[in-house]
């Protein structure tokens, strides 16, 4: 077995008392963020601009669904703008070049938008449970207004519970060795800051995400209306949801929790260095794998609909050229236009297009 990175550690005088300062080891594993992190970008930001428009389409068509969707695109595509200053950071041996305020400012919008992101997944489980178990009586309950509130309401609350990023010394990267919200500049306020993110930020949201997908797996699975195929589609997704969800955060935020909870513990002595020592690689890891959820979402919400994927090779047909014949422009619109006798949900062979029945009961298009 391989002994882990050396870690430096520097004696330092307070008050009297010696306090050990650990230097993590900032090289380790570089290169694999930094492709990581660029790979994140390439793939999720023209598929967030994707789904953007595509989703925006949904939206005039009275879409509730399409408010979660396009506002996770919008979160997603702000959380990827951070990206390339991580890279930079990353590449530089984890020097920030730039100043202080530019550190927390991105800081601010990368952990911001991640906990944007994180509630808006649970808002889009919510609204197909209940669009799927109580499609019958949800009708006059889901509104496009009432969506934009709690999209609205979740950008405020996470935008004001990160206020005091700030204040934090941990952004202070104009002073000392220029780092920025390293795990090793610990403090109590970050140890319970990190506690709180834990709970309200991860294991809630996971919670959320387990009951109402397997609520919404457990209706389909029941229903006589759906084919062997169909409720295969339902499943997969479902499980996919949830099994993306701890890939990109689980990780992240148990090491959050265990420097949380080892800081209170040791406090910040030399008997924390062995534990930044083994665990600093790891944490950048789990920061990465957090980046993945946002080219993925894409993919996952948005691309696999059956009414997306047809609008957006119609779309593609036109671009190309194929539906440039007139004679044949009216019956293709007849061909693609939804049928009205399918007006169950659990009729359809795709859950987002099952959860997005309009106010009087027909899919979207109808």
Known sequence: MHDPPEMDT???????????????????????LVLLYSGVLVVGLPSN???????????????????????????DLTYLLTLPLWASYVSRGHVWPWSSAACKVTGYIFFNNMYVSIFLLCCVSCDRYVAVVYSLESRGLRRQRLAVLIALAIVLLVAVGHLPVFTMSEGDAAER?????????????????NCARFMVGFLIPLLLLVVTNRGILANVQRSTGLQREQKERVRWLAVAVVVLFLVCFAPYHLILLVRAVMFHLTGPNAASCLLEETMYTPYTVSLGLSTLNSAVNPILYVLSSDNIRKELNRGLAQVCGRARTRPRSHSSQNE?????????????????AATEEQRGGKPPGS
Request: glycine letters at 6%; charged letters at 15%; proline letters at 7%.
């Open 10 to 32: 520097v004696s330092v005088a307070i008050n009297g008392s010696v306090v050990t300062a650990c230097e993590p080891p900032y090289d380790a594993g570089r290169l694999p």
């Open 49 to 75: 601009l994707l789904t953007l428009g595509l989703t925006w389409q949904q939206l005039s068509r009275g879409s509730v669904l399409g408010i979660y969707l396009w506002s996770l695109s919008l979160c």
């Open 336 to 352: 693609t236009r939804p049928n009205k006798t399918s007006s169950d949900p659990k009729t359809l062979s795709d859950l987002n």
């Open 177 to 193: 060795d220029r780092r920025c919200f390293e795990p090793s500049q610990s403090s109590s306020k970050v140890a319970a800051f």
